[in-house]
C-alpha cells in the first residue's frame, strides 16, 4: 500500500517545507507554540489550495511538555506521551546522518494532510527510536526544544541533513526547500554536499562548492526579532557533534566566525528571504544588514481557527468562505443580531468550560478579555495589572480576564509571570473576575480567541515578530486592543478594527525604560474611556467594530493568503 502511495506523492516536483514544529492538531502534540501552529497552517493551506507540497518535521514523541498548575501558579512539566501509529503510517525505509562520528539511522512517519478540495500533503515526521541506534540517539526525536546545545545540534542534524536525505531516498524532486526559521539550515549544508561540483583542480578551493544553485533552491523564513533569540553553536560543539560535512573554513565563511550561526547560514544559502510581518522585516534588515530580506506578513487557516458557531454562521451567509477567505469583505450581509448571537453561543461555550475547569462562575454579560500564548517577560502579561487600584476602580463590575499560556521549562522569569498572575486573581476576586486555564493548546486557543469580547496583547516592541492568536481572535469577530508590533501595526484601524496600545510604531525603542509606564497609561485609559462605554453604550458600534475585525483582519490575515504569496514571490521566482 505505501508504495503505491509513495509513487503516488512523488510524481510531479515539489516544495520541501522543513520546520522543527509543525501543529496540525491538538492531539499530536508535536509544536509549542505560533511557530509550529503557523506550520501546520501553511501546510493546511497548501493542502487546500493543492499546491505541490511535501513537508519534513521531527517526531516529539514525548511532545512538548503538559502544564500543569497547582494553587499557587506553580507550574510542574509532564511528558506529553502520544502513539503516532494512531495518525500516521510507519515507513519502511531508513537514513542515516552522522552524529559524533556514529551512523545515527532514521525512519519517517507520514502523516496526510487532506483537503475537501482534492490536495493532498505528506508530512514525514522523523523518528530516531530505531533498533539499530544506542538509547541516547532513540532519544533525540523525544522532546521538542529539551536536553542541552549538543541535544539540540543532533535534532537539527536529523531534521536539515535526514530530512534532505529521506526525501531523496523516497525518489521526491524537489525543485524549491523552505527553512521555517533558522533549525533547519543544516539542509542548505546538505544540499551544498550533494550538489557539489566535479572539477579537478581550481585554484580556489572553495570553488567547488556551488553556492549559488544552492540559494536558488532555497527559501528562508526568520521570526526572531532579537539577537539573543538566533540559534547559535560553538564550534566547539560543532566539530564534536556534526564533524566537518564541508570544510570548516567554508562553514565559517558562510555560517560565522565565531559560532555557527543557523540564521546567517541560511541567509547566506537562500535566494529568497523573507521576515512574517512588514514591520519584522525591516527590524532583520538592520539586524543583517547587506542582506535583501523580503517580508511576507503572516495569516491563519481560516477553517481551522473558526468556532463552530461562526463556521454556522459563515456558511449561511457567505458560503466558500473557507477556500476563499477573500468573501469576508462581505461581511456586511451578516445581520447585527445574528452576528451577536453566535458570539454569545462562543462566549456561553467558553464559560462553561472555564467553570467546568476552574469552578470560576463567569458572566456571558461582563466585558471579557483574552491573554493567552507563551508566558515569556517581553510579552508583558502582567502589564494591565500594574496599577491595581486604579484597575479595580476602572473596571471593578465591569471586567472579565481569562488567561492561558505555558512557561518554557527553563524560563524562570516566565514561571514567575503566571504565579503573579495567579497572586493578583486572588486579590481581585471580589471585584475583577480572573481565570487562569491550564495547559495553552491548539484546542484551548480556539476556546479563548472566540469566546471572550477583547484580545488583549502587550509585548514589548519590536519583539513580536508576528503574533497570529489575533489573527485567530479576527475570525471570529472578536477585536484586538494591542500594542502596535508584529501584524497589528497593519491590521489595526483606531476604533475601526479594534484599539492600539501606545505609541506609534516610529516612536520608539526597546530601551525606552519609561515604555511600560507610557503603554499602561494608554491601556487604562482607552479601557476606562473607550472600551467599556462602548461595549456597555453603544452595541451597535461594537458590532461594527465586530464586523470589521472581520471583513478588515480575517480578510486578509490568512493563510491562504500568506500561502498565494508565497507561491508567486518565493517559490516560482
Ligand atoms: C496561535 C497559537 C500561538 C501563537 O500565538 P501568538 O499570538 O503568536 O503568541 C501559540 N500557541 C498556541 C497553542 C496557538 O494556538
Redesign the pocket.
Known sequence: MNKDLIQELTKEPKIAYFSMEI?LRTDMPT?S??LG?LAGDTIKSAADLRLPMVAVTVLCRKGYFHQVLDEKGRQTEAPEDWDPSQFMDLLPEKISVEIEGRDVYVQAWLYEVKSLTGGNIPVFFLDTDVAENGPDDRDITSSLYGGDKAYRLKQEIVLGIGGARMLHRLGFAIKKYHMNEGHASLLALELLKEYKRDIEEVWDERLVWDVDRVRDLCVFTTHTPVEAGHDKFSYDIVAKVLGEPIPLNVLKDLGGKDSLNMTLLALNLSEFVNGVAKKHGEVSKNMFPGYQIYAITNG?HSYTWTCESFKRLYDKYLPGWANEPELFVRVGRIPDEELWEVHMEAKRTLMDFIRSETGIEMSPDILTLGFA??ATAY?RADLLFSDLERLRRIGGGKLQIVYAGKAHPRDDAGKQLIEKIFGIKEQLKDSIKIAYLMN???D??LKIVSGVDVWL?TPLRPLEA?????M?AAHNGVPNFSVLDGWWIEGHIECFTGWAIGPQPSENKVSDSNMDTRDAEDLYYKLENTIIPTFYGDRHTWIRIMQNAIGKNAYYFNSHRMMRRYVTEAYIR
Open positions: 501543529g509544536y507554540g505560533g501552529v491563519v500564548r507563551r510579552k495553552y493548546n491548539m484551548l486557543a496583547n508576528s503574533g497570529t492568536s489575533g485567530k
